[in-house]
């Protein structure tokens, strides 16, 4: 495997009683579960033996709090870029899943009516584009060593589409994005590549909240 990787890391579970869609809305910070799997995460780019010189993170609590332990296990100042944040969204704020969610209410629906751009919020092309960039701007701004960088599982996910050269449009209940999840890509020539998916968290994913993306 090449000696210089980019990985993109989701945030742990987030504190969200509520259940709300939290989108950018401030003050919603790891659970006590959520920062034990920001720490699995850490200790598995830790263990993996690969020199890892940049540490990148979406400028939301729950992305810079899922950053922390990683800058303690390697020794790395956070840096942040807004490229990488949790797109912006219609439904923040609003009960995102049971029978009181949103979706439900047909108050809300003239929202969902071109789900293909969607219409709720931040075009899937736009998240595509900026997360992208900020990876060419990682990656060719670091000579040698891996890159990490904590986002959100739209972006992430719009990454891996990209990548992939696969339509951009989906369902949300579709991604392979589980909460603090290692997805790896590698960049060769102009293209970029994905090669490898990793769920450290995945024995503490059970009964975790999940119902702050759309």
């Known amino acids: 495997m090449s000696d210089k990787l980019l990985h993109l890391v989701r945030h742990g579970e987030v504190h969200n009683p509520d259940r709300v869609l939290y989108g950018r809305i401030p003050g919603f910070g790891l659970s006590e579960r959520g920062h034990s799997m920001a720490e699995a995460a850490a200790l598995e780019i830790a263990a993996s033996d690969r020199a890892v010189v940049k540490l990148i993170a979406s400028p939301l609590q729950r992305a810079q709090e899922s950053a922390r332990p990683i800058a303690s296990a390697l020794s790395l100042e956070i840096h942040t870029d807004e490229r990488i944040i949790e797109p912006t969204n219609y439904f923040e704020g609003m009960v995102n899943s049971g029978e009181e969610s949103a979706f439900k209410n047909p108050k809300h629906w003239y929202k969902l009516w071109n789900p293909i751009r969607p219409s709720w919020g931040e075009p899937y092309r736009h998240i595509a584009a900026r997360v992208r960039e900020a990876m060419d701007a990682a990656w060719e701004s670091t ?32 991604r392979r994005c589980e909460l603090s999840s290692i997805t790896s890509f590698e960049k060769r020539g102009e293209r970029w590549f994905e090669v490898d998916y990793r769920t450290p968290a995945e024995g503490l994913l059970g009964d975790a909240v999940d119902v702050g993306a759309v």
């Open 143 to 174: 000579r040698g060593g891996d890159i990490v960088m904590v986002s959100h599982q739209s972006p992430i996910w719009m990454a891996h589409l990209d990548v992939a050269g696969k339509a951009l449009f989906h369902s949300p209940t579709s």
